[in-house]
């Protein structure tokens, strides 16, 4: 079978991969061991959050699918940080998973040229001449799918190893067979690989919970989409509810902590950092008498509900007891246990910024097998994936975001200039620039490059130029000569917001504006004098990234860098000094040596590179 992109794995980066392969026009085949394993969500039953949230809004500008599908599927959505400024608020909500799946499917089987082929991938093919230029892979049942680009996404099915108390064996997720052909492949090939480890909580039969004895948490009541191309959430929202640990359930944990393989000594590898198991949460913060527990309906109308934060890898007998020592849960029935999942993953600093590897041309890694943690990280990774497989086909340069840009950009650039050694998960406080990346913004900043990617149609970008319009005319009145500038000067001062203003015109403005638009504007005027003092860096900083770096810098010639960067240099070649500083190990100090020595003449006789002064 021939494809121009192949991509293996349908969770959350395959499907954004896909979909931006075939939106590129390129015939696009997506692997996945059944159609059914589309889009699962393998832990928790919610999209977004702070800084997830950001990244779905920047996937949707780019015209990816995650934050439409969750519009659709989503059942109780709430903007995070309301009190604070634009800047940090971002949207959350919670999503019927089997909903989720079947929208996401939809939507890929309605993508012209992508085509879902059912298999289980086991080995990388290569072009004739070694390994260094993919061709395309083949199947566990012998088919074979050339392509000249191939992005993997097999999130943690990588040998993975699901451990419950002294229980343990291999697993991709709990009923799913592992990936160990592909690993195997990948590992031959000299890629730089490591293990991490997550987990996910037990899931209780509904009607077996008294739900009388919980906090109740409603959603908002003015819904805010995800998708800037969804005008209004119109389904009925779902609560929530809050339990508690108690101290009976914390001696339980610690009773059993031997059971556990952490703590056991069993297993070694690193968690995320930020989604603690419950055990521990109680060896950690032992003097907290109680730890807070979302009880989550996994969908309108099953039966499962999903225990935010009592993630857990002790055995299923003390998992019952756990449960029994909970108000409200006490005697609920457990239709699935929690439990931990090992995994490989390839070290990031492994790829270039466009999420190609370094070592084989064509072949491209995507989400949680790069080393991050969660389905936003993931889908965020899987469209820049997407998009750049299929520039590569089109022998077109690539596609690259920057810090300033993007909470993309962030991911991107965090993960393949430092690696990493946790499950990587994105914060607002990665982003020097957040200030400049606020949610309603995404389609400002990203919707332009989408288009001439040809990732957006005429009708979502005839709405964009709309709204750029209305926005540009609401702050010429703001800023207008008539009123000597007083609106914009007043909507900067704290407290003070587009409609305060507009009741102290006493005059209408000349667009009634959205919600998103108001935040925007708020956004734009209230940072205006940051906003200004970053865009000055960043054009220092982007003014020397672009210097060039001869093709065949002796790098050997510099004095004072390591054997180690005049290898790696020397080996990976980046084309400009900005490229250069993204490649792990390399400092300031060996950039600025660089800096100096690739800006200078060669001496014709020696073909030394003559530094200044010389
Ligand atoms: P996945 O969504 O895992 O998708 C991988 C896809 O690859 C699947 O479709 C699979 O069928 C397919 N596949 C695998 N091997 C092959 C092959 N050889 N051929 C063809 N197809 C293949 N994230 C959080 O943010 N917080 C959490 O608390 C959390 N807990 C988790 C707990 C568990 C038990 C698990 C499994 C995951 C958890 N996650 C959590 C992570 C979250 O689920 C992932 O980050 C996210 O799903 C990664 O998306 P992905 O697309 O990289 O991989």
Same mark, same amino acid.
């Not at 002796?554 to 005049?566: F, M």
């Given at each position: 079978m021939k494809f121009d992109v192949v991509v293996v794995g349908a969770g959350h980066a395959g499907c954004e991969a896909a979909h931006a392969s075939a939106r590129s026009g390129l015939h696009t085949a997506l692997v996945v061991p059944t159609a059914g394993a589309v889009a699962r969500m393998s832990c928790n039953p919610a999209i977004g959050g702070l800084a997830k949230g950001h990244l779905v809004r920047e996937i949707d500008a780019l015209g990816g699918l995650m934050g439409?599908?969750?519009?659709?599927? +989503?059942?109780?959505?709430?903007?995070?940080?309301?009190?604070?400024?634009?800047?940090?608020?971002?949207?959350?909500?919670q999503t019927d998973k089997a909903e989720y799946h079947e929208v996401m499917l939809r939507l890929l089987r309605a993508t012209p040229g992508l085509e879902i082929v059912e298999g289980m991938a086991d080995a990388l093919r290569f072009s004739s001449g070694g390994q260094g230029r993919i061709s395309g892979l083949s199947l566990s049942d012998g088919r074979v799918l050339e392509a000249q680009a191939v992005v993997i996404t097999t999130g943690t099915f990588l040998r993975g190893r699901i451990h419950i108390g002294r229980e343990s064996f291999p697993a991709g997720r709990l009923g799913e067979a592992p990936s160990v052909d592909l690993a195997l492949s990948l590992e031959g090939l000299g890629f730089e690989m490591g293990r991490l480890k997550t987990g996910t909580p037990p899931r209780l039969r509904r009607d077996t919970i008294d739900f009388s004895r919980f906090e109740l948490q409603e959603g908002d009541s003015d819904p805010v989409p995800f998708s800037f191309s969804t005008t209004e959430i119109k389904t009925t929202q779902v609560p929530c509810h809050i339990a508690y640990t108690n101290e009976n359930t914390h001696a339980i944990i610690r009773e059993r902590l031997h059971e556990s393989p952490m703590f056991s000594g069993r297993i070694s590898s690193v968690g995320p950092r930020y989604c603690p198991s419950v055990e521990d949460k109680v060896v950690r913060f032992a003097d907290r008498l109680r730890h807070q527990i979302f009880i989550e309906p996994e969908g309108r109308t099953t039966d499962e509900i999903y225990l935010n934060g009592l993630s857990t890898s002790l055995s299923r007998e003390s998992q019952r007891l756990m449960i029994d020592s909970i108000d409200g849960l006490a005697g609920a029935c457990i239709l699935r246990p929690g439990y931990a999942i090992e995994y490989d993953f390839v070290q990031p600093t492994e790829l270039r910024p466009t999420l190609e590897s370094w070592r084989v041309d064509g072949l491209f890694l995507a989400g949680q097998i790069d080393g991050t943690t969660g389905y936003e990280e993931a889908g965020a990774l899987g469209i820049v994936a997407g998009i750049n497989a299929a520039l590569k086909v089109k022998r077109a340069p690539g596609f690259v975001l920057g810090r300033h840009e993007a909470y993309i950009g962030v991911l991107v650039d965090d993960l393949v200039s430092r690696g990493t050694r946790e499950p990587y998960r994105m914060f607002t406080s990665r982003a020097e620039y957040r200030l400049m990346l606020g949610i309603e913004s995404a389609d400002e900043r990203l919707t332009p490059h989408a288009r001439s990617l040809g990732l957006v149609d005429d009708q979502t970008w005839e709405r964009f130029r709309r709204k750029q319009d209305r926005v540009g005319r609401y702050m010429s009145w703001l800023g207008s000569a008539e009123k000597g500038g007083a609106l914009l000067t007043r909507l900067a001062r704290p407290g003070e917001s587009t409609d305060s203003i507009e009741l102290a015109a006493h005059a209408a403005p000349p667009v009634r504006l959205s919600v998103g638009e108001r935040g925007l504007i708020e956004g734009k005027v209230k940072y205006r004098g940051y906003i200004?003092?970053?865009?000055?860096?960043?054009?220092?900083?982007?003014?020397? +990234?672009?210097?060039?770096?001869?093709?065949?810098?002796?790098?050997?010639?510099?004095?004072?860098?390591?054997?180690?960067?005049?290898?790696?240099?020397?080996?990976l070649r980046p084309a400009t000094l900005g490229e250069a500083a993204r490649v792990s190990g390399v400092t300031p100090a060996a950039l600025a040596l660089i800096r100096v020595y690739a800006q200078r003449p060669v001496n014709a006789h020696s073909g030394v590179q003559i530094p200044a002064g010389s």
């Open positions: 439409r599908v969750t519009d659709e599927a +989503g059942i109780q959505f709430r903007l995070l940080n309301r009190s604070r400024g634009p800047a940090v608020q971002a949207p959350r909500a200004e003092q970053q865009l000055g860096e960043i054009q220092r900083v982007a003014r020397d +990234g672009a210097r060039k770096i001869p093709p065949g810098f002796d790098y050997g010639r510099v004095p004072g860098l390591s054997t180690e960067i005049v290898e790696k240099l020397g080996r």
